[in-house]
Nanobody, 123 residues
Framework: QVQLVESGGGLVQSGGSLRLSCEVS????????VAWFRQTPGKQRELVAG???????NYVESVKGRFAISRDNAKNTVYLQMNSLKFEDTAVYYC?????????????????WGRGTQVTVSS
């Protein structure tokens, strides 16, 4: 059974940092591209960053230079380091895993999902 468990969310002041973790259980991690999405009330879920098995990364323009996604294959975990946080980064952050070989477009909501972790940035 595949499970994605996010952690690391919380309340932080503007300009601060947080590191989110997504642990992927089951046997799929080594073959999965993993992405972080976020969602605020009344808005569609949007892609934040993704990382493929090869390590190739993709970021939404608004977080480039501030966020960094990485993966630890030994721990079946993907991280999202978030620096210089802004009020508009406030959202529930979700982890998503999909088969890397399918090369599904990053902004497609395909695959397995975690339950989310809340990130709140105070202005």
């Amino acid at each position: 059974q595949v499970q994605l468990v996010e952690s690391g969310g919380g309340l932080v002041q503007s300009g601060g940092s947080l590191r989110l973790s997504c642990e992927v259980s089951g046997s799929i991690f080594s073959a999965s591209a993993v992405a972080w999405f976020r969602q605020t009330p009344g808005k569609q879920r949007e892609l934040v960053a993704g990382i493929r098995v090869s390590g190739i990364q993709n970021y939404v323009e608004s977080v480039k230079g501030r966020f960094a996604i990485s993966r630890d294959n030994a721990k079946n975990t993907v991280y999202l380091q978030m620096n210089s946080l802004k009020f508009e980064d406030t959202a529930v952050y979700y982890c998503n895993a999909r088969p890397d070989r399918l090369m599904v477009p990053w902004d497609t909501g395909f695959g397995f999902w975690g339950r989310g972790t809340q990130v709140t940035v105070s202005s």
